[in-house]
């Protein structure tokens, strides 16, 4: 998508990519001067930016307290689950006569990547390249609206601390889910849209995974 983008927009871009990779959590509070000295920035587009992500409900501006991001309620979460499973299918659809070999192989070797990520605990590095897997379709799709709003529902997550995990959940769920790239990866090289549209809405942002607020997919 070869959008320009505004000050603003990069501004609004930091913040959701902050909430994330879980450097900003739940009720956490926007420090504005803080932002404008990492990105060598004036304030009008800062305050732009946090004012967009509060009319989307990803921040909340509290009087007299400034911007907090806000948190998820298990209601809202498998809501957003439903959307996201049917929006992020309908890309691999639209994608799906797009994409090339050089697509599959680099989609294959974020799969691994991710499987590597997964055994080393680094579960920053698995946020990164499962977004990076799923963008290789979605900027295929050739429909910039559905990118956008793709974008702006994800940033609604917030990334789960995975520190404290004694039962190993974390790490089952997530080898799980990444066999789940790999069979869209299966779908989309065999050039089933339908299909692959289908497994991504009712099985990978199946809503009951909402619950565990993992932000897997």
Request: charged residues 30%.
């Amino acid at each position: 998508m070869n959008k320009f983008k505004t000050l603003k927009d990069h501004v609004y871009d930091y913040i959701a990519n902050q909430i994330l990779i879980g450097k900003l959590h739940p009720e956490d509070k926007i420090n504005e001067n803080s932002i404008c000295q990492e990105l060598s920035i004036s304030r009008t587009p800062v305050r732009e930016a946090l004012i967009q992500l509060a009319s989307e409900g990803i921040l909340d501006n509290v009087p007299r307290k400034g911007f907090i991001v806000k948190s998820l309620n298990k209601k809202e979460a498998s809501e957003l689950y439903v959307l996201l499973g049917y929006l992020d299918g309908l890309a691999a659809k639209l994608a799906c006569p797009n994409l090339t070999e050089k697509m599959y192989r680099d989609m294959q070797f974020y799969i691994k990547s991710i499987d590597l990520a997964i055994d080393s605990k680094n579960y920053e590095m698995y946020m990164q390249q499962q977004k990076l897997f799923h963008q290789i379709y979605i900027d295929e799709c050739g429909n910039d609206t559905l990118i956008e709003t793709i974008a702006k529902l994800k940033s609604k997550f917030l990334k789960q601390d995975y520190a404290d995990d004694p039962e190993g959940t974390t790490f089952h769920i997530l080898k799980e889910t990444n066999k789940e790239h790999a069979e869209i990866l299966r779908l989309l090289k065999e050039k089933k849209a339908q299909e692959v549209s289908t497994y991504i809405a009712d099985v990978h942002w199946a809503p009951i995974k909402s619950e565990f607020d993992l932000f897997s997919n």
